[in-house]
């Protein structure tokens, strides 16, 4: 176990999150907020969801990354052309950013047998079912 001692209290390790400017973090947080306005808690992707690591496809992801090129390129234009970017692309391209890290985690956590090839994870109950199990042992 990582284990870090402060004047004598061990606490367990922990990412670096002091690590990332407040400004991201607000950006992302308001693409969420923003989701859910528009779509629900339980319309939008966040971390509200009950089964928000379950209902990721690969094609949701591929489809939320091809929006996050869109807003990148845009974003890159409007720079380029001395412009301003929009308020809520760097929040877009993060929400990407987000999405395939729980994936990526979903998928070491279904198919852990086969590092660097994943097949597609269309069945969201075998997903559910295999995180369920994970949850258990990491609380064990």
């Not at 990582?2 to 061990?10: D, M, P």
């Not at 990354?65 to 993060?94: F, W």
């Amino acid at each position: 176990m990582n284990e870090l001692t402060f004047n004598g209290i061990k606490s367990s390790k922990t990412p670096p999150f002091e690590l990332i400017p407040r400004e991201a973090l607000v950006a992302l947080a308001r693409i969420f907020e923003a989701g859910i306005e528009q779509k629900g808690v339980d319309g939008a992707w966040n971390g509200r969801r009950a089964d928000y690591h379950t209902i990721l496809t690969r094609d949701f992801v591929i489809n939320r990354l091809g929006h996050c090129i869109d807003h990148s390129s845009k974003a890159i234009q409007r720079l380029v052309t001395g412009q301003r970017p929009e308020p809520n692309d760097a929040g877009a391209i993060m929400f990407a950013g987000a999405l395939l890290a729980v994936y990526m985690e979903v998928l070491a956590e279904v198919q852990p047998a086969k590092p660097g090839v994943y097949e597609a994870l269309e069945d969201p109950k075998q997903v559910a079912e295999v995180m369920a199990e994970t949850m258990l042992k990491r609380m064990r």
